[in-house]
């Protein structure tokens, strides 16, 4: 029998004609998950069956229409919504496969492409309930597509139980805040772009008479929902589940209200707290907790405040000490500069205030971590003498690891070179030259995939029309639109993955997988040298991180 995957759908069922056929318990909880997703249940049995007590005080209570009849055909076609012609929405058989009925009632379902649904037996099934956990608005369902209800149960309450509390009412409180912010958004475009239109109780604000540009009504449209994007993308669900009102607040508050800490060009405090303040930068490695440094996880535990990155995960967040303030970077793009402000504000006051500030990173602070542009602002702010550096596992290095490339390997690749996609105010840097004995690992490039592979694989127009004006400068070595690579995303995360391609199929490759940031993009020959390309495929994708799960008498260094 070939394999096969259900395609998942979320129906919403209100109003919905279910039509119940049956009398025992099973018959009472298809009542009852009719009931929650709004449907009309209506049951069919006979007038002399006994219903289960359960179903019987459905029944009494009025919340299920009993028809006491034997099945007929005409049931599909007379008991359902008068807007579409009466015919029920969906049908439910709790009476099992064995029982004659079943068959043929689900027969007359699929030949009139109604949704049929027969316990235990799938082959006659045209839809599977899941089993699934429920917390308010958040649902997850789980199905084995028929290999075992039991099975699929069990990994559901495993998956439940992993869930931080409270997450249900995170889902709410963030959709109503989605909600706020695409009606006081579109308010806020409306008023900018044409005063006529506001709401006349409300005075003219002091922007009235400022020449707005389409640029200002984008930033004004877009901030906030950016920034709950990234909330949702990239806070641990342990954080997200926590969300207060005060956090609502600030995601609601706009970058416009945003002014310099009050701490900023104050002197110190007469108690002289700034005496016992300093500010650590650390890198927090590639993602997996495991790998963060003992004297990184040392200033996690002894902390005052913490200053973390948008994307340091939520393994290495998780050991924050829950009497920890953290504060996460509210960096999208277009908003870096004001995100980094903001923090060094934060470090400077909370340090102004005798705090240990820990400034949190994602890999090495001082690789494209924009440390060294903090220790710089923090020693013009007088305050050099407080800072301290720990270096971190970068992903530049470990993330090829993790995806089986070595970055240098005899005969293949003798030199390792490290870039950044992305250039200052999103320009796009110099390009590297093709060499054939080096890897390139690409940081920050990702999202600009397609103007990479270009400016490596072709002339930039700086360079062709140097050419046309007969300059003789050297001429950079494009790199073979062959040349392998490899997309590694979330490394050393759960949800690790390597996506295994060339230069010429690396754009179709991820915009047809898509994208699961942070990720970066490795270069060079190096890629193959134990991954080698299967014939006939334009790419691989590998799931899931698992390098450090082995154990030597007794020790899981994945634990």
């Known amino acids: 029998m070939a394999s096969y995957i259900s395609l998942l759908t979320a129906t919403d069922a209100r109003s919905h004609v279910h039509l119940i056929i049956g009398s025992n318990p099973l018959a009472a909880a298809r009542c009852g998950q009719s009931l929650s997703a709004g449907a009309n249940p209506i049951l069919l049995a006979p007038e002399t069956t006994e219903l289960y007590y359960a179903l019987q005080k459905r029944v009494d209570d009025g919340e299920v229409n009993w028809i006491k009849e034997k099945f007929r055909e005409e049931h599909l076609f007379t008991l359902g919504r008068e807007e579409i012609e009466h015919v029920v929405d969906a049908v439910f058989v709790t009476s099992g496969p064995r029982e004659p009925l079943s068959a043929r009632i689900s027969s007359l379902c699929k030949r009139n492409r109604i949704p049929v649904n027969v316990v ?34 069990r990994i559901r309450r495993e998956v ?208 494209y971590g924009r440390g060294g542009e903090e220790v710089a602002y923090f020693r013009a702010h007088g305050l050099g003498d407080k800072v301290v550096v720990l270096p971190g596992v970068t992903s530049a290095l470990s993330a090829p690891l993790f995806a089986a490339i070595p970055p240098t390997q005899r005969d293949v690749a003798d030199q390792v070179l490290v870039c950044t996609g992305t250039g200052k105010k999103g320009k796009a840097p110099a390009p590297p030259e093709y060499v054939a004995s080096r890897t390139v690992v690409f940081l920050m490039a990702l999202h600009r995939i397609s103007g990479l592979v270009g400016e490596l694989t072709e002339p930039l127009e700086s360079e062709k029309q140097d050419s046309e004006n007969g300059d003789r400068i050297h001429k950079r070595t494009l790199w073979p639109r062959n040349t392998p690579c490899a997309v590694i995303e979330r490394a050393s995360c759960p949800d690790q993955r390597v996506i295994r391609t060339t230069l010429d199929r690396v754009v179709e490759a991820i915009e047809q997988e898509g994208s699961r940031p942070p990720g970066l993009l490795v270069v060079g020959r190096a890629c193959e040298f134990l991954n080698k390309p299967e014939k006939g495929r334009a790419w691989s994708v590998e799931e899931g991180f698992r390098g450090l799960e082995f154990a030597l008498d007794g020790l899981d260094l994945g634990a």
């Open 160 to 367: 439940a139980a992993s869930l931080p509390p409270n997450l249900g009412s995170a889902c709410l409180r963030l959709g109503d805040v989605r909600r706020k912010i695409q009606e006081e958004d579109h308010l806020l475009h409306m008023a900018l772009a044409d005063g006529d239109d506001v709401d006349d109780s409300i005075d003219q604000s002091a922007n009235f008479n400022k020449l707005v540009t389409e640029a200002d009504l984008d930033v004004a449209k877009n901030r906030r929902m950016r920034w709950l994007s990234q909330i949702c993308e990239y806070w641990p669900l342990k954080r997200l589940a926590a969300i207060t009102d005060e956090d609502v607040s600030n995601i609601l508050k706009s970058y416009d209200d945003l002014g310099p800490s009050n701490s900023i060009g104050k002197p110190p405090s007469p108690n002289n707290a700034t005496n016992r303040g300093r500010i650590i930068l650390a890198g927090s490695g590639p993602g997996h907790p495991d790998l963060l440094t003992r004297a990184t996880h040392k200033a996690i535990q002894n902390a005052d405040l913490v200053l973390a990155d948008k994307l340091v995960p939520a393994g290495v967040l998780d050991l924050i000490p829950r009497r920890t303030p953290v504060h996460i970077a509210r960096k999208f793009p277009g908003n870096a500069d004001a995100a980094q402000d903001e923090l060094q504000e934060l470090a400077i006051a909370g340090v102004r205030e005798g705090k240990t500030v820990l400034r949190l990173k994602q890999g090495d602070p001082y690789i």
């Open 120 to 153: 235990d037996a799938p082959q006659l099934c045209s839809f599977s309930l899941l089993s699934t956990h429920v917390d308010g608005p958040l649902q997850i369902g789980i199905t084995t597509n028929g290999r075992g209800c039991k099975l699929a149960s």
